[in-house]
């Protein structure tokens, strides 16, 4: 009987000991950011500006589990096109604050509209969305046309995502999602890992530093809540009224993406006819950094047709 309880007793406290072994996004850890902070009411958020100070801004907006170093090969490319980049971790990834609450559009509106404010920029933006970073730029460019002046989509969540069991099995599993993600996430996101890192990456050590957060602390609760938040429905209206805000839109593809459908090209023409679509031929998902200079052609052309 006794060897029951300890069974029962460390099951229950699996996810608590993954949590406490993972590293803490504290203080110290966050004195080791390139970078600043802005103290935002919802939470400290880490930023950082690239490119010329009189420059039009770009903001970029990353994905779900990466955080804002997933666009350090194609803010070269921006800053180039004489681009002046925002970009900024999302709460519960990088170095930002890990944020309590459910992560659906709302929360993530919220801490891009708290950022802009706090920087001082107050429109003509050229906002920039990857993966469900893509999802989190539709949602606010619905709210804010005023503030937009492009918008740029690469394999944007919203649309649908390809079919995942085990993934579909912790979103929508309580209590037994929440066991399996604490203490088996970390592992299922560093093995696929360990296929993306055979594909050349012009972000230098990125698998590495991939695998290194996963290590720490919030940021598989993060993915979780997104996943149950923002990730858990197609976001048809948002696109419809970006449709009729008449705000440039253009939406880049990779050829080979097994985690964001093609099928979404065709939804995305459904829903805004006037919508620029580019395939890049064999790009995986991870376009931003295998494809930067694919996708910075596609940004220029998408400048000069418009």
Avoid at 58 to 82: E, K
Wanted: net charge neutral; charged share 20%; glycine share 10%.
């Amino acid at each position: 009987m006794g060897w029951v309880l300890l069974f029962i007793l460390i099951i229950v406290a699996a996810p608590a000991i993954a949590h406490w072994r993972r590293s803490p996004m504290d203080d110290e850890a966050q004195k080791l950011a390139p970078g600043k902070f802005a103290d935002l009411p919802s939470g400290k958020t880490h930023y950082q500006w690239n490119g010329p100070l009189n420059g039009p801004v770009a903001v970029c907006v990353h994905g779900l589990t990466t955080p804002s170093y997933v666009w350090d090969a194609l803010v070269q490319g921006l800053n180039r096109m004489g681009y002046r980049v925002l970009t900024y971790d999302l709460y519960g990834r990088g170095y930002s604050d890990r944020v309590a609450g459910r992560q659906d559009a709302e929360f993530f509106n919220r801490q891009l509209e708290e950022l802009l404010e706090d920087q001082g920029v107050d429109g003509g933006i050229m906002l920039l969305g990857y993966s469900m970073g893509g999802a989190i730029a539709t949602c606010y460019g619905a709210k804010h046309p005023d503030m937009l002046e492009r918008l740029i989509l690469l394999a944007p969540a919203g649309l649908g995502i390809a079919p995942n069991r085990l993934h579909s099995f912790i979103t929508k599993t309580p209590l037994f999602g929440d066991w399996l993600m604490m203490v088996f996430g970390g592992w299922v996101l560093r093995n696929g890992l360990k296929s993306d890192a055979k594909t050349p990456s012009a972000v230098p050590d990125i698998y590495a530093m991939q695998t290194a957060d996963t290590y720490v602390r919030g940021l598989l609760p993060a993915v979780l809540s997104s996943r149950r938040g923002l990730l858990a429905n197609t976001l048809d209206r948002e696109h419809k009224t970006l449709a009729n805000s008449g705000i440039p839109v253009e939406a880049i593809w990779g050829e080979a993406d097994t985690v964001i459908p093609i099928s979404g090209l065709g939804k995305l023409a459904e829903l805004n006819r006037s919508t620029r679509q580019t395939m890049i031929p064999n790009a995986p998902h991870s376009l931003t950094y295998t494809h930067p200079k694919e996708v910075i052609t596609a940004i220029q052309e998408f400048l000069r047709e418009v």
